[in-house]
T-cell receptor
């Protein structure tokens, strides 16, 4: 498709299990971002990829969270030993590297709603 | 001081009213600016970019004041469909990182 695609759209998991969330960015977009949003709250930055490298991982909340990106395209966000406080909507966005090396506006996927029970 | 600050609102305005939102950013090296709109339980969507010269798109006008480090969004002739949360977004570059930093958003409710 033409937009950012995320899967699954909804995930219910038991506390302590690992989950993997997938993001398929817009073709040709070099930058990829992961955010999470708890109900009624703002967007919380998690990690940013430029190509396959992650120059900014500062937002990952703990070492249970990791992310990778392969082939400059698909990215996966993995949460190990999930906790109830991990419940949120996880949003992925991608953008194009524009002129003067600046990233342009970002386009979001519809998100993965994660519920840890 | 937070990197990007917005008045959370809510702003409750009648149809047809003009409403303005402001957003301030802390890093003077910020280079690109946007307004996004987020409807309830939906993903954010780009509303408009913000240029130094100011720009207008129909009923929406965005302004950037680099000296004072703030961005504004003006909505004229408000419609019920304008009800949403408006997010101010700043791109800061440095050391190979181009992080999109979002404000917490300003909630707008347009009332019949």
């Amino acid at each position: 498709g033409a937009g950012v695609s995320q899967s699954p759209s909804n995930k219910v998991t038991e506390k302590g299990k690992d989950v993997e969330l997938r993001c398929d960015p817009i073709s040709g977009h070099t930058a990829l971002y992961w955010y999470r949003q708890s109900l009624g709250q703002g967007l919380e930055f998690l990690i940013y990829f430029q190509g396959n490298s992650a120059p900014d991982k500062s937002g990952l909340p703990s070492d249970r969270f990791s992310a990778e990106r392969t082939g400059g395209s698909v990215s996966t966000l993995t949460i190990q030993r999930t906790q109830q406080e991990d419940s949120a909507v996880y949003l992925c966005a991608s953008s194009l590297l524009g002129s003067r090396g600046m990233n342009t506006e970002a386009f979001f996927g519809q998100g993965t709603r994660l519920t840890v029970v | 001081r937070k990197e990007v600050e917005q008045d959370p609102g809510p702003f409750n305005v009648p149809e047809g009213a003009t409403v303005a939102f402001n957003c301030t950013y802390s890093n003077s090296a910020s280079q690109s600016f946007f307004w996004y709109r987020q409807d309830c339980r939906k993903e954010p969507k780009l509303l408009m970019s913000v240029y130094s010269s100011g720009n207008e798109d129909g009923r929406f006008t965005a302004q950037l004041n680099r000296a004072s480090q703030y961005i504004s969004l003006l909505i004229r002739d408000s419609k019920l469909s304008d009800s949403a949360t408006y997010l101010c977004v700043v791109i800061l570059s440095g050391a190979g990182s181009y992080q999109l930093t979002f404000g917490k958003g300003t909630k707008l409710s347009v009332i019949p």
